[in-house]
Structure formats: structure tokens, C-alpha cells
């Protein structure tokens, strides 16, 4: 079978290249390719579901320029439902945070009195940044939404479809061959391996485990909160998520675990629940239980996302670690531009 373009992959990045595909060349047979049984259930669907801003990443670099991207192009979303709660980033001294904002061209203000007297109902901050733009997505009903798109729009969507080997312009699922022009690689936590089938081998990932803790206390903070990052931390550190159901989540913390394992079991939580506490004293530690488990790509060779084609008629997403979800638009874009 012939096919124009192949996505590998049906996460967020996957089925918005597709959309974006589907849109630029509206004659061409295009296929997304998914291993698992549903669509988004790997990284896309175990994360914080934030939108974030793009004050953290380095100014210029793809993290930030794609993420700012992406922010504004989520909001002109139709099917994305998103809670414009914005966040408060605390700490002692934000002063570096503040100058990246401003390098970054992300817009914010210090809290006032009032929010500082909510704030501490729940952490314990003498300052904080308040950010608008972050905002809560939820990913489960936009996966809905876009599937259905790609369906009217004639994209045929693969479920339990592995690709197992990978030539130029071939691509092998289950004891089949399918021909494809273009073959895109947005394979998440798999996209290395399936790019070394084609004898690319100059990127490595590591993966690194988040886990949340959850609570049924009511924890009514109208914003996301936000310790400041400490240096050399693998993620963002411990903060609160609130869910589109209005539960609330606390994490995600951050350690490696042997590549090629990709590992969802949750394991003893005592590091989790004490820097969860610490950040969120008030907290009653006998109603926080165990919540979700997501895994990030970090690439050894650069902190930055890789959006490439190395070669003909082939392109690749790897690293789409945060804020991979709130760049997925943008990245799609990028990718169209590359074809
Ligand atoms: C702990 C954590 C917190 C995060 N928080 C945020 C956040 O708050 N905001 C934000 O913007 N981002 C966040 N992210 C990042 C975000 O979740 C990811 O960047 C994004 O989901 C990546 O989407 P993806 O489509 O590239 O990958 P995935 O969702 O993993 O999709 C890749 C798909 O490819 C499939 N696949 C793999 N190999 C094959 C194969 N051989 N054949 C066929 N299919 C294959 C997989 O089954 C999977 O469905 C977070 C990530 C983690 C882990």
C-alpha cells in the first residue's frame, strides 16, 4: 500500500502534525500510525496539563519560541476547553525569574496583599509572580475532538499499529510493508529507536520519571502554584495542578530510570509526600494518596527540542519533554514548513 505521508505516533504532536498535514496538502492519503490500544496515552496523557508560558526556557531557543507559539495557538482552539487560571511563582528572591520574563516576553505582576493572604491559606510566600497566560488544558476531550477532525478531514487514524522497522520511505506494522513518501517520527518515548532503524544514531534520551500525589481535601487556590525551580533540577519541582474535574494534583518530582524501560509503577512515595508538604504545609497528610506516573524524553546532547529532517523524506520531533503539550501546535507548524 502507497501512502503519501506516515505520522508515527498518536500523541498530542502526532495527531496535530497530522491535522497540519492534512490542511497543507489536502490530495494526499496520510496515516497515523499508534502502537497502543487508545490515542494520547502515553506522555500526552500523563502530564501536568499546563499551559505554560515560556518564562523558563532559554530565550530564542525552540522550548521558548514554541511554547509562546503554541500558548496563543491553543486559544484558537475550538475543541480545547482550557481554565485561564493563571499561576503564582514563589519564592524568596524572584529577581532572575522576573528578568526572564522580561526577556522572554511573558507578561506578569507581583501579587498583591490580598492574593499573598489567600497564597499563604495554602504555601508560605512573602512574593510571588502572577502569570495569566498559564492555564489548564484539558488534553482527554481535545483528543476526542481532534480524532473526529482527523476522520472528516479522511486521515486514517491506526490504533494497535507498532511500526517495527523502518527503511527510507518504508514502514513495517505487524507482518506488512507500507510505502510512504514522507515519514514523520513523532514517537514520543520511542522516536530514538525507531530513528536508529535508520541509522541515525547521533541522539541519545534519557528518561525520567514524574510522579503526583493527589488529595481529597478541598484545596480551593483559584491559581496553579509554583515553587521557583532550584538550580540543576530535572523538572520544575513539586507544584499544584488543578484538574478540568477540579481535583487537584501535587508534583511532579524527577529521577531517572534505565532507558528503554519504560516504567509506570508508582513505587514508595515518602520523598514525594515530604517535599509535597514542604511546599504545602497545610495539607492533612492522611488524605494525599498516590495519583498518576509520566515519563519525560530528555535528549543527552542538547536541553532544547529537536525538530529536524535529517533525511529526505524523512522528519522527526525528539526531546517533547514539557512544555512539549503546550507547544504541539507550533511544533506541528514547524514540521509543515520542514515538508
Ligand atoms: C512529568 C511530566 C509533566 C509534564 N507536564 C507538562 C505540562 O504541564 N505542560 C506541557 O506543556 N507539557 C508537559 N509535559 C510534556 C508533555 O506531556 C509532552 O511534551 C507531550 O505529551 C509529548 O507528546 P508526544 O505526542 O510527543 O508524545 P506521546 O504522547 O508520548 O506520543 C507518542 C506516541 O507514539 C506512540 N509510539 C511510540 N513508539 C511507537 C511505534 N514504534 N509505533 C507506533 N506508535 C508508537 C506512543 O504509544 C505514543 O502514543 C510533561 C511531561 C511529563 C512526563
Redesign the pocket.
Known sequence: MKINCSI????????MTAREVARAKPSWDIAV????E???????????????SGIYYPTNSLKHTL?MQ?NSLWREEPGANIISCGKMLVGDDLSDLEFKANNNGVEYRYANDEELEQLNLYTHSDKALFIASTGV?DIASFIREITYELKSMGVAVLIN????ELKPSCLK?GDDWYQSDLIIN??????I??RSKLGLTNYTQKL?????LTTTEKFEAPWLIYPKPLPNLL?LGVHS?IDPDGSVRF??D?YPIVAGSVDYTFGDYENLLSDTLAQFPNLDKSRISPSMV????KLEETTDFVVDSPLPGYIE?LG?????????PA?AKLIVDLI
Not at 500510525?33 to 497502543?36: A, G, L
Not at 513523532?186 to 522516536?191: D, I, K
Not at 525520567?208 to 503526583?212: A, E, I, L, N, P
Not at 519533554?321 to 503546550?326: A, F, Q, R, V
Open positions: 508515527i505516533g498518536g500523541g498530542i504532536v502526532g495527531l500510525f499508534e502502537s497502543s487508545y490515542l494520547g496515552d502515553a506522555t500526552t496523557g500523563r502530564n501536568s496539563g499546563v499551559l505554560h511554547c503554541g488544558l499499529s507498532k511500526v517495527t506494522v513523532c514517537a514520543g518515548l520511542g522516536a529507536e525507531l525520567v520519571k514524574g510522579r503526583w523538572g495542578c508534583g511532579p524527577a509520566g515519563i519525560r524524553t520531533a517533547i519533554e514539557s512544555p512539549g503539550l503546550t507547544a504541539a511544533i
